[in-house]
Nanobody
Framework: QVQLVESGGGLVQAGDSLRLSCVAS????????MGWFRQAPGKEREFVAA????????YYGDSVKGRFSISRDNAKNTVALQMNSLKPEDTAVYYC???????????????????WGQGTQVTVSS
């Protein structure tokens, strides 16, 4: 079992920055690809970013490329999402997710992630 706990959400203005963190339980964090997703009311869960087990490969959704950055610290069992130049359309609940499949491809679909955090709300006002 893996438990994920997100933090760092809040209410900010357009153009501001916010940093989300996700802490994972267990001693095998470095064996898991990690991802961030978001879901706005009435919309499907959307891929935001993902990072490989060693942190050397990162992937981003088209809507956040150039503004968001994902990173991880395997010594601290954490993965972070730095969000810059926030827009009102970034408003959503943000979820951290873990993939335990040990595959060579970092997943970018929600269905490929086995474990999820409870989510943290990000609200961007215009």
């Amino acid at each position: 079992q893996v438990q994920l706990v997100e933090s760092g959400g809040g209410l900010v203005q357009a153009g501001d920055s916010l940093r989300l963190s996700c802490v994972a339980s267990g001693r095998t964090f470095s064996s898991k690809a990690m991802g961030w997703f978001r879901q706005a009311p009435g919309k499907e869960r959307e891929f935001v970013a993902a990072i490989s087990r060693g942190g050397f490969s990162t992937y981003y959704g088209d809507s956040v490329k150039g503004r968001f950055s994902i990173s991880r610290d395997n010594a601290k069992n954490t993965v972070a999402l730095q969000m810059n130049s926030l827009k009102p359309e970034d408003t959503a609940v943000y979820y951290c997710a873990a993939d335990t499949s040990l595959g060579t491809v970092v997943p970018r679909r929600a269905i490929e992630y086995e474990y999820w955090g409870q989510g943290t709300q990000v609200t961007v006002s215009s």
